[in-house]
């Protein structure tokens, strides 16, 4: 199946700083890349959707400034939290789509933890 | 607006037994379907699907899921269940014409010996 890798898989950060992680697909173009969050005992939460060369579409109430998302290739998409701030810490999972049809399954990176201290 | 409920946060089963996660969804327009596993420490998988056509869907480690449309539900089962199968579960709902996933809050599947 198709592979998605994420870096880091934990990072710990101070506040204030600000964090890059990174999303790929390691063996398909991903047409589509979403960016969701997760907290413990909770469910993954959909924060933004990106296409390839086009600027993200961000779910309500996700600070667009905060979570910058760049979709810069096809098989690369980045979230970098700024300012990080200890409420921001969280899991945060990527998942990339290859097909033209909407069903098309998403295929799951295996998360990055960030704490900010 | 769409909504997907797991009502079992944690379900403890000893190995062997049947199992069974429930899922129901509610939806203004129709949806495609879907259980995610998530092992610890690991990213989602997907274990199976309900795009169209049969109503009951196989994964390959031998769960099942079967889409009950009048009731808005689809439920997961097992009829053996394994202590590697020890895991979260989400189930997720996709609706027609988008790329938005909602999904539960997961179910706990704790197998004991």
């Known amino acids: 199946g198709a592979v998605v890798s994420q870096h880091p898989s934990r990072v710990i950060c101070k506040s204030g700083t600000s964090v890059k992680i990174e999303c790929r697909s390691l063996?398909?173009?991903?047409?589509?890349m979403f960016w969701y969050r997760q907290f413990p005992k909770q469910s993954l939460m959909l924060m933004a959707t990106?296409?390839?060369?086009?600027?993200?579409?961000?779910e309500q109430g996700v600070e667009k400034d905060k979570f910058l998302i760049n979709h810069a290739s096809l098989t690369l998409s980045t979230l970098t939290v700024t300012s990080a701030h200890p409420e921001d810490s969280s899991f945060y999972i990527c998942?990339?789509?290859?097909?033209?049809?909407?069903?098309?399954?998403?295929?799951f990176g295996p998360g990055t933890r960030l704490t900010v201290t | 607006a769409q909504s997907v409920t797991q009502l079992d946060s944690q379900v403890p089963v000893f190995e062997e037994a049947p199992v069974e996660l429930r899922c129901n969804y509610s939806?203004?327009?129709?949806?495609?379907l879907f259980w995610y596993v998530q092992y610890p420490n690991q990213g989602l998988q997907l274990l199976l699907k309900y795009l169209s056509g049969s109503t009951l869907v196989e994964s390959i480690n031998g769960f099942e899921a079967e889409f009950n449309k009048s009731q808005t539900s689809f439920h997961l089962r097992k009829p053996s269940v394994h202590i590697s199968d020890t895991a979260e579960y989400f189930c997720?709902?996709?609706?027609?014409?988008?790329?938005?996933?909602?999904f539960g809050t997961g179910t706990r599947l704790k197998v004991l010996a």
């Open positions: 939806s203004s327009v129709s949806v495609y």
């Open positions: 997720a709902v996709l609706q027609w014409g988008t790329y938005k996933y909602i």
């Open positions: 990106s296409n390839e060369g086009s600027k993200a579409t961000y």
């Open positions: 063996d398909f173009q991903a047409t589509t």
């Open positions: 998942s990339a789509s290859f097909g033209g049809a909407l069903e098309d399954e998403q295929y």
